[in-house]
């Protein structure tokens, strides 16, 4: 998943696509070791259904992949425009017991894509959620398109990264 979450203004036909994440950086074929990397499962993947529709569900995927494995897919149909069909949100948890992280200098980079290619308007934002429930956002706007697109960004204390909780992909 508050403030900045995704969606937008004008009008958004359904998009009828459905987005994949997957961490790391580089075209591996063996397994990945970025702290989500989906090999195994949706690694705690949730979508909140109180803030958002357009998102319906999560899934783990074998292909396509960007390294490794696996990827997280998540089923998308984004519509109107206004309400809680025009955005969305999954949340992937830092901790299994809900505890904080401390992410302070660490780099996040995330590889995302569509299929099929999603409106040339959606953007993804990443948000890391802090133990108060502050948000930072380190990546915004990013494209996607049925292309992998890779976005990066360090992360910092004054943000709340060194109290992280949950990372959001809105």
């Known amino acids: 998943g508050g403030g900045g979450r995704g969606g937008g203004g004008g009008t958004i036909k359904d998009a009828g696509c459905s987005l994949l994440t997957d961490a790391l950086v580089d ?8 702290l ?5 499962g949706t690694e705690g993947a949730t979508i909140p ?3 958002q529709t357009a ?17 997280l897919a998540i089923a998308a149909s984004f519509s109107g425009s206004s ?11 830092l901790g299994t017991d809900g505890g904080a992280r401390d992410l302070d200098g660490r ?11 999603c409106d040339a308007t959606l953007k993804m934002n ?3 959620i802090d133990s108060s429930g502050a948000q930072q956002f380190p990546l915004r706007n990013v494209p996607l398109t049925a292309n992998w697109t890779t976005a990066s960004a360090t992360l910092s204390a004054d943000a709340g990264a060194n109290s ?6 809105e």
Not at 27 to 34: D, G, R
Not at 83 to 93: F, H, N, Q
Request: hydrophobic share 40%.
């Open 27 to 34: 075209h591996s074929t063996t397994t990945c070791n970025a």
């Open 36 to 40: 989500f990397n989906f090999e195994s």
């Open 49 to 51: 259904t109180s803030t």
């Open 55 to 71: 998102f319906t569900g999560v899934t783990k995927t074998s292909t396509p992949t960007y390294c490794g494995g696996g990827a």
């Open 83 to 93: 309400g809680l069909s025009i955005k969305a949100e999954v949340d992937l948890p």
């Open 107 to 117: 780099v996040i980079t995330v590889h995302v894509s569509a299929n099929p290619a």
């Open 126 to 128: 990443i948000v890391v």
């Open 164 to 169: 992280a909780i949950k990372i959001a992909l």
